[in-house]
Every structure is written in structure tokens, then in C-alpha cells.
């Protein structure tokens, strides 16, 4: 890591520490309104609710709004369970979903525990299916087909496959977003085409060039799509020296390729040679991070279903998911 992004990692730390000196303060305060609600003869959730509309929380919540979800879930998980609650009901409803997916574990299930099922359905929207695979496991069995058919046909089919698969491979990691082009078009195609998108997905530093059935042909990185002459076919720029992965290749082997050919994305493709995903950066990283906890918390002699949940209710949520 160099100085500048040790710099701005440290400074990421403390303006978290910060804030959550900031929540604690304002916590402080709710706590003293709760003692008082004994002495008060308006029902309790009045004063509660008036309390909400102190300026205090207000900039709280205000603090809340402007901040990363995985920061949210940074502060969430240093709270006591009593003040984690207080706090995640002012986390902006539309944060719900991500801060759920930064969130550890422990500490998502804690929070999962205190939404509702119309709550829960409503923070799953909000993400992709392959997100919502990596939720399965601490999600209520009665939440899970209503989530279900809140999703489109396309993604329905996305989230089995997620699930199809075991922990630990490529499949169970890569993501469904990615932007596939033909070999037979123009750059200047490609870039209108592309211009007519709302974004493009995150990491997205090549184009998939596949043809009419998906079969993978190569890739057009966006670079070469930037300087190329727009004129240029893509079959003229693209490269057909592809890292690829299948879906059932373990995780561990792609993370040494990503780091070996120092990779922000590559295709996954099935034994047909047909796209089915995408590799990102993002997908290594969170596997190596969720990959050292494992193994930290089994140097002090402690699992992962230790703290969480158990292997027999994963594998339960990922079957009925598969059933439905």
C-alpha cells in the first residue's frame, strides 16, 4: 500500500471514529430521555417520538444521510445492541440493503431481527442477485418467497444460479452486471450504445465481445475504445487473450489470478464457452477480507458458525431459495 492510500485510509478511520463519538453523544442524550419516560404522563412512544424531532437526532440522521454504508456498518457493529437499534432506525431506508451487506454477520442478523418482512423484501430490492445470494443465509424463511417474486424472471434465474453453487467457487462470487458487445460493429456503435446506458456497471474496465449464441470472443477494453478512431470494427481492436474462469474453479485460484495479471474484471464463462458472469476486483477483495476473519477467529479457536449462524441453516435458506 502506498503513503497516499495509507494517508487516505487512516483518515477514513478517523472520520468514522469521529462520528461515532458524535452518535455516542447523541445516544447519551436519547438514554437520559428514556429514563425520564417514567415520570412522564403521555404514553411512552409520544415521547420517544418527540425526541426524534430534537435537533440533536435530526443532525444525527443528517450524519447518517452522508455517509458510506460500509461506515454506517463500521459504527453499527461498535454499538451495544440497544444503541445499534436506535441507530439503524435512522439509517435512510434506501442504505438498508448495502449496510446489511457490510455489515458482519453477527451484527446483520441483529438488525435483520429487528425488520419486518415488508422492511426486509423492500432492502432486497434494492440489490442485485448476486447480493441477495450472499444475504440468503440470515434471511427469515417466511421473508424468502416473498423476496422472491418481488424479483423479474431474469433476475429469479440470476439467483438460483448464485445459489447453485458451492461457497468458496467462482460462481458463488461473480456478479451478473456486464456489458457485452459484437465483433462486427463500429466503435462509434458501441459508444452510442453505451451512452444510452444509465451507468455502467462498477469495474467496468473491458466490454465482453460475444457473438449470437454468448460464446465469448474477446475483449474490448475501454481504452482502446476511448482512443481507437470510432470507425474502427471491434473485431479490429479487441483482444482475443482473455483470463477467464468457469464458475466452478475455486475462489482462492482466481484471487491469485487477479493478483498475477493484475485484473479489475475478466469473464466467467461455462464449459461451452458461453458468458454466464463477470469477475470483479470488488468480488477478490471481499472474498480475501471475508477469507482472513475466518481465519483470525481460528487462531483463538473459534468458527464461523460460532458466532453466526449455523452451516445447517445456510444450507436450509440456500435449498428453499433452489425449491421455489
Known sequence: MSEVDKKNTQSSIDAVRRSLEDIKTS????????????????????????????????????????????????????????????????????????????????????????????????????????????????????????????LSEAERLQLKAALSYPEDTVGALMDFEMVTVREDVSLDVVLRYLRRLEKLPHNTDKLFVVDRREMLKGVLSVSDLIVAAPETKVCDVMSTDVVSFNPDQDAESAAHAFERYDLVSAPVVDGYNRIVGRMTITDIVDYIREDAEQESLGKVGLRDEDLFSSVWKSAKNRWLWLAV
Do not use: C
Open 27 to 150: 445516544l447519551d442524550k436519547y438514554q437520559h430521555v428514556e429514563n425520564l419516560l417514567g415520570d412522564q404522563e403521555m404514553p411512552r412512544q409520544d415521547v420517544v417520538d418527540g425526541f426524534i424531532q430534537e435537533p440533536n437526532l435530526i443532525g444525527l440522521q443528517d450524519k447518517l444521510d452522508a455517509m458510506h454504508p460500509a461506515d454506517i456498518a463500521a459504527i453499527l457493529e461498535q454499538l451495544p445492541l440497544d444503541e445499534r437499534l436506535v441507530v439503524w432506525k435512522l439509517v435512510r431506508s434506501e442504505f438498508d440493503g448495502d449496510v446489511l451487506l457490510e455489515a458482519s454477520g453477527a451484527v446483520r442478523e441483529t438488525l435483520i431481527a429487528d425488520m419486518d418482512a415488508h422492511e426486509l423484501v423492500a432492502a432486497t430490492e434494492q440489490l442485485d442477485a448476486d447480493e441477495i445470494a450472499d444475504l440468503v443465509p440470515d434471511l427469515p424463511e417466511g421473508v424468502i418467497a416473498d423476496v422472491f417474486r418481488s
